[in-house]
């Protein structure tokens, strides 16, 4: 009898429990649990960081082939890293170690080419768009080129194309009809020449000559009459008491005293002395000077009664600037109000206000200047007193 024979099984090898965190994170996962933290998509990273999505991308999947020059890898890495708040010597090494990327210095050739088994210079070439390839979830596909034009919009836009023709061709057929001008001949004479004599031109020429004997041509001085200007721009002026303003009561008449024959020196010295009839004025008296004075840096802007801006900027210490005179007076606005004053005809006024504060909506007016500010002390300023002392020492020299 043949008995069956039992073969144990082998032991069974122990077999080790693999956790939920038992396995080995690349630095694509962190960077990219990093950013959803965060909440940023990869265009927030680009707009953020002023680098491309297609570097950023390429930074999670550990693929230097996706950019153009690589020296700059190290810096974009460096860069995201620290917007997500890694360490980035750490996240650099991980990259060059899970992609094979190898840092070259100077001139050599590794430089400008990549080192290893992930990356071969020769099958994928530099500068490749990841967002042109299918493997780009997050990128819409594109559409065609008429896949936005809906059917029914079409029949809007042929029937507004051909009102808007119609419209201007009706507009141009009105302007030419309007502007056409048509001659009607009729039967009758011009009143000019009915009224000619066609016999006029057979009398003698020399009757002609005699009937234009009589005539006589215009004067230069009619012709001068009749051009010239209806008034003059200056008008003249003549002195009528000139002869009475030159006579003296103490040298001639009865008057004069009884001290005998003045000699011609004293008549020449007494009519010296007469005094000068004053001058015609037929013209308003000038407008008083209003300049403004700094003696500390101020912003300052003369605005016009229009709101054109007349002068805007800072004035430095000793700086003055005359204000035009306007129909309208202009307004003033100064940032530093106790450094700027006002100069009338060379009498200082002011200052705006106190120092520190802001003036605004001040009319350049004299009169109003005078009557709303008092006379500037210099002893109240020094820099007020040593600009004017500078400004009297350059007027006597």
Not at 183 to 200: G, R
Request: a negative charge; glycine letters at 8%.
């Amino acid at each position: 009898m043949i008995g069956k024979t039992f073969k144990r099984a082998d032991a069974s090898e122990d077999v080790q429990t693999i956790g939920f965190d038992a396995y080995d994170l690349r630095l694509g996962d962190l960077m990219r649990g990093e950013r959803a933290t965060m909440g940023k998509s990869l265009l927030d990273v680009q707009r953020e960081l002023k680098i491309k999505a297609a570097y950023i991308a390429a930074i999670e999947n550990a693929d230097p082939s996706a950019f153009d020059t690589p020296g700059f890898i190290a810096g974009y890495v460096r860069s995201y890293a620290r917007y997500l708040g890694m360490d980035p010597d750490d996240a650099f090494a991980t990259f060059c170690k899970e992609s094979g990327f190898v840092t070259a210095h100077g001139m050599s050739a590794e430089a400008s080419s990549l080192k290893g088994k992930s990356f071969d210079p020769a099958s994928t070439p530099l500068g490749k768009d990841i967002f042109s390839s299918s493997a780009t979830p997050f990128i819409p596909a594109g559409e065609a080129v008429f896949s936005g034009v809906e059917p029914r919009a079409i029949g809007s836009v042929a029937v507004l194309i051909a009102l808007i023709s119609a419209l201007g061709y009706g507009g141009w057929t009105v302007l030419q009809e309007v502007q056409k001008v048509q001659f009607a001949p009729i039967e009758q004479t011009p009143v000019v020449l009915s009224d000619l004599d066609p016999l006029a031109g057979a009398t003698n020429a020399i009757e002609t000559n005699d009937a234009l004997a009589g005539f006589q041509a215009p004067t230069a001085q009619a012709l001068d009459r009749l051009y010239r200007p209806q008034a003059l721009d200056v008008p003249v002026l003549v002195a009528r008491d000139a002869p009475i303003s030159t006579l003296s009561p103490g040298t001639i008449g009865a008057l004069m005293p009884d001290v005998g024959v003045p000699e011609v020196p004293e008549l020449s010295v007494a009519s010296a002395d007469l005094p000068t009839p004053p001058a015609i004025q037929v013209v308003e008296p000038d407008v008083p000077e209003l300049q403004l004075v700094a003696v500390r840096p101020a912003w300052v802007r003369v605005r016009s009664a229009d709101g054109t801006v007349i002068f805007e900027g800072v004035m430095e210490p000793g700086q003055n600037f005359v204000v035009p005179a306007t129909e309208e007076p202009a307004t003033l606005r100064v940032g530093e109000s106790g450094a700027m004053y006002f100069a009338v005809n060379g009498v200082h006024y002011g200052p705006v206000g106190p120092s520190g504060v802001v003036t605004s909506n001040v009319a350049l007016t004299t009169q109003s200047l005078t009557e709303t500010y008092a006379v500037a002390d210099l002893t109240a300023d020094d820099d007020l007193a040593e600009i004017v002392n500078v400004a009297e020492v350059a007027v006597d020299e």
